[in-house]
């Protein structure tokens, strides 16, 4: 549970990471026109939204969406790898929701605290969290993440990661789920 299992990439994972490439190509002199010195990260841009059309950058804090931005061009141009998000900036509200559903599926606040953190201690409501996908691009951004100061940061949760710009590249210790710790406190201090 602590690591994505290796799940080798189907033929469609390579076909999806494949099109989404040349797409990336094919929109380059649109966004060159557009936008010159960021003309690559814009068609990465455009082209992860054309595979990944459910997903919602909005609420991310501008350092966390600008890092998130750059880290997955990277890895599509560079390495052909798709990273996706599943879930970044969170309402308060909705974070409370899933809390209590949590508390009421696992029957403890403390159990559901393994898995879903209450609005005042979550990332996601603050607007540095991402949940990304599929596995593959997690496992490439918890390689090449420092770079951009995005860090994963629970055993349990392969998919979660945080900006932490404070962290000047060195990773915080990992929690082995979000409940460890107490509100407020950073999870690379005992």
Known sequence: MNEPRTIPLRPRDRLYAAVTLVLAVFLLPAAFARHPGRARELACRWALRV???AEDLTGLTD???AAFT???ARALWRHGQLIGLTSGYRDPHVQQRMFD???RRSGSPASAR???LPPAESSHVKGIALDVRPHE???WLEEHGARYDLYRIY???WWH???RPDRGGRPPRRRPHPGVGQAGEHPDRP
């Open 155 to 157: 055993d349990n949760e």
């Open 137 to 139: 691009g997690a496992r």
């Open 63 to 65: 350092g966390a969406l």
């Open 51 to 53: 595979r990944f059309p």
């Open 161 to 163: 990661f945080e900006y």
């Open 70 to 72: 750059a880290a997955r």
């Open 114 to 116: 393994m898995l879903v």
């Open 101 to 103: 559903e949590e508390v």
